[in-house]
């Protein structure tokens, strides 16, 4: 079954307690990115990532880092979380971005709560 | 700044047609998506507009007019699963700007 997975779904951390959220995606998709979802705020961009070694910033990107070593994973990484890092977060992935589409596969999504 | 406008809360009976707005204000626009989340849910693709007019997909059509920065979701023949948060989005080539959603609420 094509699918983004994320993991974990849910999570309940401290602050300053490295964390690292994983997705991985299994349709070979060249791009892959990062939102963070507020009351209020819609969907924010953290981090896309066109190809495997090649990242860029998105709106909100402080208080975050991303890797892109291999098409199928995209791991999100908080070096330091802070409570205002609580939020439901999301990967998705397309085919890339040539295609044009506009198409975007997201995982199930995960709650992070930073006490 | 860039950014996506579209109403809050939209309210509609079964049955009905419902249209959704979305202005848009950003840099290096190639087109505009529609998706939807039920309940904070994974969001789900519904439709893309690359060029200037019409897309069709079974119930729901999205609009695009690049000249009025607008475009449209429209919703037909409404059924109670449709009651969910809309999103507009700006594709710009890499970077996804979303709108900050449209609770559409379907009432019987």
């Known amino acids: 079954e094509a699918q983004v997975t994320q993991n974990p779904r849910y999570l309940i951390t401290v602050t300053g307690k490295k964390l690292t959220v994983t997705c991985s995606q299994n349709m070979n998709h060249e791009y892959m990115s990062w939102y963070r979802q507020d009351p209020g705020l819609g969907l924010r961009q953290i981090y896309y990532s066109m190809n495997v070694e090649v990242t860029d910033k998105g709106d909100v990107p402080e208080g975050y880092k991303v890797s892109r070593k291999e098409k199928r994973n995209f791991p999100l990484i908080l070096e330091s979380p802070s409570p205002n890092q609580t939020s439901l977060y999301f990967c998705?992935?397309?085919?890339?971005?040539?295609?044009?589409?506009?198409?975007?596969?997201f995982g199930e999504g995960s709650r992070l709560t930073v006490l | 700044g860039q950014s996506l406008e579209q109403p809050s809360e939209v309210t509609a009976v079964e049955g009905a047609i419902v249209q959704i707005n979305c202005t848009y204000q950003t840099s290096g626009f190639y087109g505009l998506s529609w998706y939807q989340q039920h309940d904070g849910g994974a969001p789900t693709f519904l439709s893309y507009n690359g060029l200037d007019g019409l897309e069709e997909t079974g119930r729901f059509s999205s609009f695009l007019s690049r000249s009025d920065s607008y475009g449209y979701l429209l919703l037909q023949e409404l059924q109670m699963k449709d009651s969910a948060s809309y999103f507009c989005a700006s594709n710009q080539g890499g970077k996804l700007i979303f709108g900050q959603g449209t609770e559409l609420s379907v009432k019987p």
């Open positions: 998705a992935s397309s085919p890339g971005w040539g295609a044009n589409t506009g198409e975007l596969f």
